[in-house]
C-alpha cells in the first residue's frame, strides 16, 4: 500500500541504532513503479567513470535504495556491477516489507533484500547508493537533510546517486553525492526520444524539478543545451551522436564545468559541476 506523503527531515542518529525513531525505517512507501531495464543508463555511469570507486573499494558494498515493487532492477545492478568487481555486495532496501518477501527468492550469493528507508540499514559502508525516482516523491524541502542521513552512510570514497528517469529509461537524470557535498549533474537521453534537449527537464531531481524557472541556474543550464542543440543541426546529417557532441563541445567552450568528453558525449550523456546547476537560494 502507497503512503500518504509526509514530511520526512533526517533524525536524529544515536549509538548503534541506525532506524528512525522507535526503530522504525526512515522514508515513505512510494508508488514502487519500475520496468526491466530502466536504469541501464546510470548502471552505465556507475560501471564506466565511476567504476574505479568499486575496484578499489576495499568493501564492495553497494545499496539499491528503494529499488520499488518489483527487484528487477536491483539484480540488472547486481549483474553489471558483478562485471566490474566480482565479489561485489548489493543490497536492495525498501520500506514496504511486502515488496522485500517478493524479492526474497531471487537472493543469491552477493544479492540480498532488506527491510530500510533512508537509514540504510545493513552493516557496513556502501561505496555506492543509488536511490532513483524516490525523492521526487517527497518535499523539496526535505531533499538535503535526507541527502545527509544518507551520505553520513557512505565510505571515504563512496557515492550516492539521486536520480529520476521516465518509464523505460530514455530520458534520465541524476545528482552524484560524496560523504561531503553534492558533486555533479548528469543528464541522459536515448536519440530521438525528445525534440530539445530541455524536454528532459520534466525528469530533473527533486533538488532542481522546480527550479527550471527564469533566474535559476538548472534553468540557463537547459536553454544554454536547446540553443547549442539547435545551433548544431548541420551535424544533424552525419546523426544525433555527432550533433550533441558539438552540443556538448559548444557548451564547454562557452563556460559551462561540462565534465568528461567525446566517449560519454556520444552516449547521449552530458554531465556538468553541481555549482554550475544548485539552486539559487
Excluded at 539484480?75 to 522485500?100: K, N, Y
Excluded at 527468492?105 to 544479492?111: A, F, M, V
Excluded at 570514497?157 to 549533474?185: H, K, M, Y
Aim: aromatic share 6%.
Amino acid at each position: 500500500m502507497v503512503q500518504k506523503a509526509e514530511r520526512v527531515a533526517a533524525p536524529q542518529i544515536t549509538g548503534g541504532n541506525r532506524a528512525g525513531r522507535q526503530g522504525r525505517p526512515v522514508g515513505n512507501v512510494t508508488r514502487g513503479t519500475t520496468n526491466p531495464n530502466r536504469m541501464r543508463r546510470v548502471d552505465r555511469w556507475l560501471t564506466g567513470p565511476q567504476g574505479w570507486r568499486l575496484r578499489s573499494a576495499e568493501n564492495p558494498l553497494v545499496v539499491d535504495l528503494g529499488y520499488g515493487a518489483t527487484p528487477a532492477t536491483a539484480v540488472e545492478l547486481f549483474e553489471r556491477l558483478s562485471a566490474v568487481r566480482p565479489d561485489v555486495q548489493v543490497r536492495g532496501v525498501e520500506i514496504e516489507p511486502d515488496r522485500v518477501r517478493a524479492a526474497l527468492p531471487l537472493q543469491r550469493p552477493g544479492l540480498s533484500f532488506h527491510v530500510g528507508g533512508f537509514e540504510i540499514p545493513v552493516p557496513g559502508r556502501p561505496v555506492l547508493v543509488r536511490a532513483f525516482n524516490v525523492l521526487r516523491q517527497y518535499e523539496e524541502a526535505d531533499v538535503a537533510g535526507i541527502w545527509r542521513l544518507v551520505q553520513d552512510r557512505l565510505s571515504a570514497d563512496g557515492l550516492f546517486i539521486d536520480g529520476t528517469c521516465d518509464e523505460i529509461g530514455r530520458r534520465v537524470t541524476w545528482i552524484a553525492l560524496d560523504a561531503q557535498r553534492p558533486l555533479s549533474l548528469s543528464i541522459s537521453v536515448r536519440f530521438g526520444s525528445f525534440d530539445l534537449p530541455s524536454d528532459v527537464a520534466e525528469r530533473l531531481p527533486k533538488a532542481l524539478i522546480h527550479r527550471n524557472v527564469p533566474g535559476e541556474p538548472v534553468h540557463a543550464l537547459m536553454q544554454a543545451m536547446d540553443r547549442a542543440w539547435l545551433e548544431s543541426s548541420p551535424m544533424a546529417a552525419f546523426g544525433n551522436r555527432q550533433r550533441w557532441q558539438s552540443m556538448a563541445s559548444i557548451l564547454r567552450d562557452a563556460g559551462w564545468p561540462v565534465q568528461d568528453g567525446p566517449a560519454r558525449w556520444r552516449l547521449g550523456e552530458l554531465t556538468v559541476d553541481w555549482e554550475a546547476v544548485a539552486p539559487g537560494d
